[in-house]
């Protein structure tokens, strides 16, 4: 019989490839930009990376959620120190967990030694729902100790810890879409929460782009911390995505993108 860990685990994966192949889907269906290069030569390493996390994080025996449940046993945390409603709990947790998140995008931008790995994702020269996993596994592992300690510090129940996984994965997967939403959606979604139009700015060629709209569900931090972009320089429908370092096929390839890093 299968743990609650596992279960969630079983769970959140169930979620994320449903919203997966909804996506791609609608991408197909209502596209925002003509792709420029064959789906052939991308979708074959970004699924790979995605095999990769996928296959790392199940062999993994602690991961957020269990470190939710440990400081919960362990009554260490700062939640864990108050009494408070459980809604109250689930509603501090989520929004400070995706605060952390919006922080932790940031540094791997702003910090030298944390860029090699996060240009990973940047460089796919394509936007559209793959990208949405094509993270390299050691970033993947970093950011899982990283969110594991902010859990465990703040003392967030793991329901809370859940449910921001979920939401997380499932905005990176929206957000990341080639699709293209009707014009009074679009500026309604986007007072709130990040659109695929907001977050392609932050795959623009342009580093001043790339250095903005980092928040991976609200809106709201990249407003509160001065890094929000209302529009790409070049307009969404002529703006290059990727870096100008890495754009021939050969680094579309999953051992380069593998050994990017060290380059």
């Known amino acids: 019989m299968h743990s609650p860990l596992w279960l969630t685990t079983e769970i959140r994966a169930a979620i994320f490839f449903g919203l997966l192949f909804a996506m791609l889907a609608l991408e197909h269906a209502w596209p925002r930009r003509a792709s420029q290069l064959l789906r052939a030569l991308r979708w074959p390493a970004n699924f790979g990376m995605a095999a990769l996390n996928t296959t790392m994080l199940w062999l993994i025996p602690m991961a957020a959620v269990g470190a939710a449940y440990g400081a919960q046993e362990a009554g260490f945390g700062l939640l864990n120190q108050l009494t408070l409603p459980a809604w109250a709990e689930i509603g501090i947790a989520w929004l400070a967990l995706d605060c952390a998140i919006y922080w932790q995008h940031r540094a791997f931008h702003e910090i030298r030694a944390l860029w090699p790995l996060h240009r990973v994702h940047h460089s796919d020269v394509e936007f559209d729902t793959t990208t949405a996993v094509r993270f390299h596994p050691t970033e993947i592992l970093l950011s899982l100790l990283v969110k594991s ?19 997380v994965n499932g905005f990176a997967l929206f957000n990341h879409a080639n699709l293209r939403l009707p014009r009074w959606l679009e500026s309604a979604l986007r007072r709130f929460v990040v659109t695929p139009d907001l977050h392609r700015i932050h795959h623009s060629v342009h580093r001043v782009e790339t250095d903005s709209n980092y928040g991976s569900s609200l809106v709201l931090w990249d407003r509160l911390f001065g890094s929000y ?11 290059r995505i990727g870096l100008p370092e890495f754009r021939d096929e050969q680094a579309q390839k999953l051992a380069s993108l593998l050994t990017q890093p060290l380059k």
């Open 149 to 167: 300690l902010a859990v465990t510090l703040l003392g967030a129940p793991p329901i809370a810890v859940l449910l921001l996984e979920t939401t």
């Open 229 to 239: 972009t209302q529009a790409p320089r070049d307009g969404h429908e002529a703006m």
